[in-house]
């Protein structure tokens, strides 16, 4: 204690010398402090003051909170947006600009990274997917939606053979991550302007429940039975999670979803997308079914 005194009186303890504070604190040693933060938390340290703020763009501070493999996400990136202007980014801005959702495969998926633990979020618009039956119009539609990231959903009127398949091939940071499939019950329509759900063409799907299955190039295998429920409710069904232990090589992931049971059919049923989560993340955000 006695020390934390002298430091903020003059040289007679008089108290008529420089008083310190935050602003003294040298920019290196901030910076070193930040290293050991995740990204909002330095963020919040930055407005503190100019020291702080100093510290928060230093290039060594963002370039250990991105992904080993960010150069490789910055292509894929570059190559959808014919965009040049990656290289004259410092580290914070490419780890800002990574953040927001990055569409690839023209525009039918995006990845972003998720900004507490810098891991990779991906979704897979119905589009991007193989869908037995989706150019035949008594069976599927493609129909516009304000509830979708992609602004359209794949509808099923009426199905004996439903199958619905997919596939994405990525270099992921390490780690497990968990896939699901967004659905919903129903035709979601608006009246006066608030969203409602038309429950007509629902059908089928309390009598088998749907397979659901995840496979990689490793060899990791996944699958899961469900019954789909909930009508007039968007539910995030979770498929299977898989492994990856290597960011510098390319993973290719397998997924569908399928209830071929022909003694049957099936419909009213909205596909929205594929979601690619770290295990864990934002489950409390939303309903999911396992």
């Not at 232990?245 to 419909?267: A, N, P």
Request: charged letters at 25%; aromatic letters at 12%; glycine letters at 10%.
């Amino acid at each position: 204690m006695g020390a934390g005194v002298s430091s903020m009186v003059g040289p007679e303890g008089d108290g008529g010398g420089h008083q310190t504070g935050l602003g003294d604190i040298p920019e290196s040693c901030v910076a070193e402090v930040m290293l050991r933060l995740d990204p909002p938390e330095i963020c919040a340290l930055a407005r503190l003051g100019r020291v702080f703020r100093g510290a928060a763009e230093a290039d060594f501070v963002w370039e250990a909170k991105l992904p080993d493999n960010y150069r490789y996400m910055m292509k894929v990136s570059s190559e959808e947006r014919k965009d040049g202007s990656w290289d004259k980014m410092n580290k914070k801005e490419i780890f800002a600009k990574l953040c927001r959702p990055n569409p690839f495969d023209g525009g039918a998926k995006e990845f972003w990274l998720e900004k507490w633990k810098s891991q990779v979020c991906m979704s897979i618009s119905s589009k991007a997917l193989a869908i037995t039956g989706i150019d035949d119009r008594r069976y599927w539609n493609h129909i516009p939606s304000d509830e979708s990231r992609f602004h359209t959903v794949a509808y099923l009127q009426q199905i004996w053979w439903f199958e619905v398949d997919g596939d994405i091939e990525f270099q992921f940071p390490p780690g497990t991550y968990s896939l699901y499939f967004r659905l919903y019950l129903g035709r979601p329509t608006k009246r006066l302007g608030l969203r409602s759900c038309s429950p007509e063409h629902i059908h089928g799907w309390d009598i088998k429940p749907v397979r659901f299955h995840v496979s990689t190039s490793d060899g990791q295998q996944a699958v899961s039975k469900q019954f789909l429920r909930g009508a007039g409710t968007w539910i995030h069904y979770h498929a299977g999670d898989f492994t990856v232990q290597d960011s510098s090589s390319i993973t290719k992931v397998k997924f569908s979803m399928t209830q071929i049971d022909c003694t049957h059919t099936k419909g009213g049923l909205c596909v929205d997308c594929v979601y690619i989560y770290p295990k864990g993340f934002r489950k409390q955000l939303f309903p999911v079914h396992t």
